[in-house]
Nanobody
Framework: VQLQASGGGLVQPGGSLSLSCADS????????VGWFRQAPGKEREFVAA????????FYADSVKGRFTISRDNAKSTVYLRMNNLKPEDTAVYYC?????????????????WGQGTEVTVSS
C-alpha cells in the first residue's frame, strides 16, 4: 500500500472541496480507510472512515452532515467530500489504510499513511 492524498487548497467559509486518496500499488481494496486531520499546534484527530466494501461509514461529530467519505475500489481511491467548510476545518488532512477491513477512530488501527494535503478555510 502506498497512499497519495490530494485535492487540498484554499477555500472560503461555506465552500466545498473534494480530497482524494489513491493507492498507487492498488492493494488497499481489502482495507478500511480513514481520514484524519491535524491543525497547527494540535494533535491529529479522526475525521471519517469507510469499510473495505464501502458499506460502513462513520464520522467525527464535528464533520457529520457536512463531510462524505466514499471509495471506488476499481480505481483504488477513497474520497472525502467536504461541504460547508468552516475555518476550524483548516488542517493538514491525511488518509490512512487500516490493519483490518473496517476503519476505526483510533490512530493506532492504521498501518499505512499518506503524506497529507493542506486545507485552508479562510476569507
Amino acid at each position: 500500500v502506498q497512499l497519495q492524498a490530494s485535492g487540498g487548497g484554499l477555500v472560503q467559509p461555506g465552500g466545498s472541496l473534494s480530497l482524494s486518496c489513491a493507492d498507487s500499488r492498488r492493494t488497499f481494496n481489502n482495507n478500511g480507510v480513514g481520514w484524519f486531520r491535524q491543525a497547527p499546534g494540535k494533535e491529529r484527530e479522526f475525521v471519517a472512515a469507510i469499510s473495505w466494501r464501502g458499506d460502513v461509514t462513520f464520522y467525527a461529530d464535528s464533520v457529520k452532515g457536512r463531510f462524505t467519505i466514499s471509495r471506488d475500489n476499481a480505481k483504488s481511491t477513497v474520497y472525502l467530500r467536504m461541504n460547508n467548510l468552516k475555518p476550524e476545518d483548516t488542517a493538514v488532512y491525511y488518509c490512512a489504510a487500516a490493519r483490518s477491513s473496517y476503519g476505526s477512530r483510533e490512530i493506532n488501527a492504521y498501518k499505512y499513511w499518506g503524506q497529507g494535503t493542506e486545507v485552508t478555510v479562510s476569507s
